[in-house]
């Protein structure tokens, strides 16, 4: 296979400086990669010259409901991708945590891209803050794409999920995409990215794949573009540290290797649910990959006096995993994705063994040892068997809580104290996660108190969640991933906040109405727009942001407070008792019920026949300014705020909703949510 380039519009195939990649489980070559003609200001010019503004032409929904399609297509070559992945050394299940894994993170963004972000161009960040008395000029924090790029240097062990999970954020803010992927398996990503791009989903210039080097592309990038990078802390340290990237103020995200740890609780006793829990996600994680993720635990901190337990327990299971060939079905571990990276990890076996015995395993491996592998030869393949140590002394002890070997391999460690095992958690320098197996809230606790700020996930798992849990190494793409210190510092997925980091955040301040303008949000005090037609008889479609109805007086009697008091049970003295009422600093009287004003708020203004609106779903921002007394008058103004979450049949509505008394102050607000037909 040859593994080309895509750059503005054209594949690039590789050349006569094309070097050779090899099957991790037989050192025969699969594929080929290189070419020096990488013309880096072709490639940036598309990128911002056609597909930024290509993309930006569309809103989040529109982006949205393409990236969904490409996930969609996607899922008809799982197997074929699969295939072509067991030679990278991985297993089926392997595979699917990259492929099942990245396609199923598209369709999350694109499902929570339709459900929290508007049908726009712009995201609004937060409330709108009153920056002046009377409310003429406000402000609003606002979010737009960035007219770069976003340059992606992925990881080996996952070229396809790395790849994915940072390209659908970037292509829903609107930036384009310039995939570089890790040699070692770039064909891998090439075979998936070839089917994005074919697929022509997205309008030209949307996607870019440099396969090789990236020639003097860092030193043309500026501060509108992006580099989102997954690798070693050393490759990062010399990427990051080129000086026209940090002269040209370009955002540089890592997210680097680190030593992940996994913490038994205190309370946990040998042989209870929860000691399982531990030796299964120990087990899983140094297995999986053949311990070939960022996110894998390689130390396990245990009570002091039950270490013998956790080796014992799991020694037993890591005997047990069958390595081999990864396309036999029974095979629990593949190969690591090279013969070099194996001699890597048993360079760093021969370092660590100054202070950490073996307990599992070969430990460091001499040039051309071999040992049984299923179906294959280890000679040829990158195998090793799964190996672990036991560190007696982790507090004095210095290369195993700094020197990470990339492969299956982990450490047990003992402490005494749970200030004991925070310690040694932060001994790693920053991590992108730490588990903790525990049922003792008090543990937990604690943990988050001295060491939640080292890392960037904390994963808490027991018997009560364990059903469920995820796995200590399975980033979500709900959640935030990363971590501080060795770990780069950078963060990637978190929902809505991956969007964010392609995009610059402002402050705009102005009127009401030029902010209603620019964000297409209605902003109290601005200008409203009055209907003859009532509004509940418009469609999704024909609905205008500040178009406004209004309705009442309805007198508020003593008898509806009491009415509503009894048909609900709500009997709070400060509607019954005026004597209690008048104690009360917030009240000069009985006064209404806050849910009473709403429903007659409700009663004013529902149109009740049949109609474009479907259903009341909601409302928001809820709040009561003043009270109501028997003799009041209520009016309400119900506003269109916002129009957002559409489909071919239906989109959600945001009214702004405002309840004045006969004197014109207002005594409630609140954003009801409706379900209204397209057209």
């Known amino acids: 296979m040859d593994v080309s380039s895509y750059i503005a519009g054209q594949w690039v195939a590789p050349d006569d400086t094309a070097r050779p990649i090899v099957s991790a489980v037989t050192s025969d070559v699969v594929a080929q990669i290189g070419c020096q003609s990488l013309n880096s200001q072709s490639l940036l010019n598309y990128a911002k010259n056609q597909g930024g503004p290509a993309l930006r032409e569309l809103t989040f929904h529109q982006r949205a409901s393409r990236l969904k399609a490409l996930a969609t297509k996607l899922l008809e070559y799982k197997e074929a991708l699969t295939m072509l992945s067991f030679h990278t050394g991985s297993t089926r299940a392997d595979s699917k945590i990259d492929i099942d894994g990245g396609i199923g993170t598209a369709f999350v963004f694109a499902s929570k891209a339709k459900r929290e972000l508007p049908d726009a161009h712009v995201l609004c960040d937060g409330d709108v803050e009153q920056l002046s008395r009377n409310g003429s000029f406000v402000g609003q924090h606002i979010y737009t794409p960035k007219p770069g790029v976003s340059l992606q240097i992925n990881a080996y062990n996952f070229p396809v999920w790395g790849m994915l999970e940072k390209l659908a954020p970037s292509l829903l803010a609107g930036v384009p995409v310039i995939v570089k992927p890790a040699t070692v398996t770039s064909y891998v990503a090439y075979a998936c990215f070839k089917i994005m791009v074919e697929s022509e989903i997205f309008p030209p210039g949307s996607m870019q794949f440099i396969a090789g080097s990236t020639g003097n592309l860092l030193d043309q990038l500026d501060f509108q573009d992006t580099v989102s990078f997954t690798g070693s802390a050393a490759t990062a340290k010399l990427l990051q540290s080129n000086p026209l990237i940090l002269a040209n103020g370009v955002n540089f995200s890592a997210e680097q290797d680190s030593l992940n740890a996994s913490v038994l609780g205190i309370d946990v006793r040998a042989g209870s649910e929860d000691f399982d829990i531990l030796v299964a996600e120990v087990v899983r994680e140094m ?89 294959a030869d280890s000679a040829k393949g990158a195998f090793m068997p799964p190996t672990l140590l036991h560190c007696a002394n982790p507090t004095d002890a210095s290369l195993v809580h700094s020197m990470e070997a990339f492969g299956p391999v982990a450490t047990v460690m003992p402490y005494s104290s749970v200030l004991e095992a925070c310690t040694l958690l932060n001994k790693g320098g920053g991590s992108l996660v730490a588990s903790v197996i525990t049922s003792d809230a008090n543990v937990a606790q604690n943990i988050v108190a001295h060491s939640a700020a080292f890392h960037g996930r904390l994963y808490f798992n027991n018997m009560q969640s364990a059903k469920e849990a995820t796995g200590h190494g399975s980033p979500l793409p709900h959640m935030t991933h990363g971590g501080p210190g060795r770990a780069g510092g950078g963060e990637e997925l978190g929902g809505v906040r991956a969007v964010k980091h392609y995009m610059q955040r402002t402050s705009v301040q102005a009127s009401p109405d030029l902010l209603t303008g620019i ?130 049949e239906y989109g959600e509505v945001r009214w702004h909703v405002e309840l004045e008394n006969q004197d014109g102050d207002q005594v409630a607000s609140y954003e009801l949510h409706t379900m209204n037909a397209y057209q």
Request: proline content about 5%; overall charge negative; some cysteine.
């Open 287 to 375: 297995s999986a990959k053949a311990g070939q993720k960022c996110t894998a635990i390689r130390r396990i901190i245990a009570p002091e006096q039950v270490v013998p337990d956790v080796i014992d327990a799991v020694s037993a299971k890591l005997r047990d995993i069958k390595v081999g060939d990864p396309t036999l079905s029974d095979t629990d571990m593949g190969a690591l994705v090279s013969l070099e990276q194996r001699a890597d990890v048993q360079q760093k076996l021969q370092a660590l063994s100054s202070e950490c015995a073996t307990v599992v395993g070969h430990g460091a491996l001499n040039v051309g040892d071999t040992f049984e592998v299923s179906g």
């Open 519 to 648: 964000t297409g949000i209605y902003v109290p005090g601005a200008t409203k727009t009055k209907t003859d037609t009532h509004p509940f008889r418009k469609t999704f479609h024909d609905l205008q942001i500040g178009e406004t109805i209004s309705a009442g007086p309805r007198v508020i009697s003593l008898e509806d407070i009491e009415h509503f008091a009894h048909f609900t049970g709500d009997t709070f003295y400060a509607h019954m008792d005026a004597d209690a009422a008048k104690a009360n600093p917030f009240f000069p009287d009985r006064v209404a019920h806050g849910y009473l004003l709403l429903s007659f708020a409700a009663g004013l203004f529902v149109d009740p026949d049949p109609g474009p609106v479907l259903a009341n779903t909601g409302l928001n921002s809820l709040s009561f300014q003043k009270p109501v007394l028997s003799g009041d008058s209520l009016l309400v103004s119900l506003t269109v705020k916002r129009k957002t979450r559409r489909n071919d």
